[in-house]
């Protein structure tokens, strides 16, 4: 990010709606230490983790991070014609707290080096809290395993912490970034969430909003740029800085959908800012409407989408209804889905909705979930065979694809596939690696390299964290 542009910390003198930013995010109630996990390396993708990475059993496959007691439980060993009698034991190793039965995984997927075969355990039905080990005659003991409801906290505050430490540079990656934590927060009412955050960052977009057009910037301002325009626009004929070319009207379409979504989320928290923030985004939609041949289709959806729910203006119904009549093909076309932030807000919309609408994308979503789901029980490590082959968009889109459904199913098919999803790539698959501290030419994955696959991630691990 080039020096002093405008970030979401550390923001020295700016202030707005009467609040110091940088005092506000330094005062966070979300700012705490992760807790240490013991056995476990830094997750790469967020800076200074301090945990401790120990050398599992090469022969033993467990989830590096750990287990929830409710939650599907399950262990692979490697080795040839083992006893198939394995033990659960205190960590210490002197008291056994559970015994199971190994049974050989068939189909072609056996260990990395292809000699020696592969058998699953599952102990499930063991639900305490504690740290643990499998004990196994034939290959001894494994690394710690840890089951608790929050095994995946310290990821997830790490994850938050990274959001909130960052710098933003584009307006779109930090109105992405605060949707999907606005998303969560909806979704998953128990999901911890940095409400100050949050609202600094809505304060923040605000400060960027063209003050005559409406219209926002595609990079974040700096102070000194905002108030040099500021004072230009009195003068028009002799401003020195061009703000025509530094607008963007899909940028623009996006912030009017978060600041309906924020207004939706927080107007009874936050009364007089979701309504400076609504009138915002009635603002900076008339200003997209002019310019809707340079707005990408899914980020007017979701300006759209979010805008009729917060007000039940006809305009946004029938927006939404020329999105409908958009080619398939044509209608993701950003470099961050908004699509389904649209959709989450139609469907949960207290105003009149066509019926047949909500019927088909209820449809398709749980289309794509039954299709990622199939796909996956079939495999040894119940995902879906080309894992490795995805993109990081398409994994954590996937893994949000089954947490939505599951959360609007309320049942528990979709969450069980989605936590095998976290437990292959936290270490229960044949690289024994956790996909999140690996890299990738020794065998790991891209995911979560950026701040807009921590929001994911953060809703992902939201249901549960």
Known sequence: MRKGVLALIAIAGITLSGCGITDMIANSIYKTEPEPIADIATLGFVPNFEYEYTQQTPSVITD???????????????GNDLDKHYKLVSSDGEETVFEGKLRK?????????????????????????????IYQSDVGYSHKIHINNTCYSSIYSSCYDTIVDAEYMHTDAL???????????EIYSNARTNDAFIKGGIEVLLGQQHP?????????????????????????????????????????????????????????AEPELAITALRAGGRAYNYMERYRDEVSADSLYYAAAQLYRATGESKYRNAIAEYDNIEESKRDISKYDFTMLGDVAYLGSAYKTDYIRCENLMQSYRGNA????????????????????????EILRNMMTLGLVSY??????YASVQSNYLHYLFGLNGDMANYFVTPMEDGGM?????IVGLSRLIFILG???
């Open 64 to 78: 590096r991070i750990g287990y929830i007691p409710s939650g599907k439980k399950v262990i692979y060993i490697k």
């Open 105 to 133: 995984v068939s189909g072609d997927e056996k260990s990395k080096d292809g000699e020696k075969d592969l058998y699953i355990g599952d102990f499930s039905e063991f639900n305490q809290s504690g740290e643990f080990r």
């Open 175 to 185: 109105v992405y970034t605060l949707s999907n934590l606005i998303f969560t927060k």
């Open 212 to 268: 005559r057009l409406g219209a926002l910037y595609k990079e974040l301002q700096d102070e000194q740029t905002l108030n040099t325009i500021a004072e230009e626009l009195k003068n028009p004929m002799s401003a020195t800085i061009k703000t025509d070319e530094m607008i963007s009207p899909s940028a623009t379409a996006q912030f009017a959908g978060l600041m309906a979504q924020y207004y939706h989320e927080y107007r009874e």
């Open 370 to 393: 039954a299709k990622i789901s199939e796909s996956a029980t079939r495999q040894t490590y119940y995902v879906q065979p080309d894992i490795k082959d995805l993109s990081e968009d």
């Open 408 to 413: 609007i199913l309320s049942g528990r098919e």
């Open 446 to 450: 891209p995911l979560s390299t950026d």
């Open 463 to 465: 249901n549960g964290e």
